[in-house]
């Protein structure tokens, strides 16, 4: 498999454990992620997770498929629910992303997964913004969505943003976060 053929397309990822991931590929040479990673193989990055070679089972372009989601098979899928699983920081990395579709995904499932976002929500910023350090008893858990961060993220959506699907949807989730901690 020429992993080459797949940077900057619409991609559907199956890894070596049968997960499913989609999202837009960019491919990493073997020289970059020897250099970063040390590890000796290709990989395809579907922001913020990065796929090697070896644990890659299949992957197919989807831009020739078009239907309801256009290239994808639904509104959002395993990429985004991992990303909010992720915490304030994965999800930082898809609003950071010039791709639209891509936020536009991320916040769908965050509008959809509210009552699990609001769950871990702790007000402010992360502690390590300002050097300080936490201590996490359990590490399977996911990690914690700071408030503040994310009202931030999604304000520089609301004002930056061109994408009007865009700045509808983050006008939405921030207006349930302010009515939430006003509830509080």
């Known amino acids: 498999m020429d992993l080459r053929e797949f940077d900057n397309k619409c991609v559907r ?6 997960n499913v991931y989609e999202g837009i590929a960019s491919y990493l040479g073997r020289e970059y992620i020897f250099h970063e990673y040390g590890f000796d193989q290709e990989a395809l990055c579907l922001t913020p997770i990065m796929f090697y070679k070896n644990d890659i089972s299949c992957v197919i372009s989807l831009e020739d498929t078009s239907g309801s989601f256009g ?33 536009l995904r991320m916040l769908y499932c965050m509008n959809d997964s509210f009552q699990s976002l609001i769950d871990r929500a702790i007000p402010g910023m992360a502690p390590w913004r300002s050097g300080m350090s936490i201590k996490r008893e359990n590490e399977e858990e996911a990690e914690p ?6 009202e931030d993220m999604l304000n520089t959506l609301v004002k930056y943003n061109k994408d009007d699907r865009v700045v509808n949807e983050a006008k939405s989730l921030l207006e349930r976060l302010l009515e939430e901690r006003k509830g509080r």
């Open 145 to 150: 969505i700071y408030l503040g961060e994310l």
């Open 13 to 18: 990822i199956t890894d070596v454990s049968g």
């Open 71 to 103: 290239h994808y098979s639904e509104k959002y899928g395993l990429l985004e629910r991992t990303c909010l699983d992720g915490g304030t920081d994965l999800i930082g990395e898809i609003f950071d992303s010039d791709e639209n579709d891509r936020i």
